[in-house]
Nanobody, 123 residues
Framework: QVQLVESGGGLVQPGGSLRLSCAAS????????MGWYRQAPGKKRELVAT???????????NYADSVKGRFTISRDNAKNMVFLQMNSLKPEDTAVYYC?????????????WGQGTQVTVSA
């Protein structure tokens, strides 16, 4: 089975930047979609960004309105890695960030999750 491992989280000042990485044990090309989600204390897990990994729409990205223009999702299929470049960070970006992959198994989408990496934006 595929395993996802996030890294790159940490403490950053408002307005700063951070780059998150997600390393997959298997081929991300086998996934329908790769993405990043986040969950703040007391809040539901929410979508941050996704990138389509297969089909004619491969490479198409989607972002939450709250991060558009500030965050960029990218991938490196050869290295089986997905990245999230975060710029102009705000305190409200503070959360645990999770890497996600969706794979079609027997015609059913299956979710794979990393363990999460903490991002804290504070002065």
């Amino acid at each position: 089975q595929v395993q996802l491992v996030e890294s790159g989280g940490g403490l950053v000042q408002p307005g700063g930047s951070l780059r998150l990485s997600c390393a997959a044990s298997g081929s991300i090309s086998s996934m329908l979609v790769m993405g990043w989600y986040r969950q703040a204390p007391g809040k539901k897990r929410e979508l941050v960004a996704t990138i389509i990994s297969t089909g004619i729409s491969t490479g198409v990205t989607n972002y939450a309105d709250s991060v558009k223009g500030r965050f960029t999702i990218s991938r490196d299929n050869a290295k089986n890695m997905v990245f999230l470049q975060m710029n102009s960070l705000k305190p409200e970006d503070t959360a645990v960030y999770y890497c996600n992959g969706k794979k079609l198994v027997a015609l059913t989408p299956v979710d794979y999750w990393g363990q999460g990496t903490q991002v804290t934006v504070s002065a």
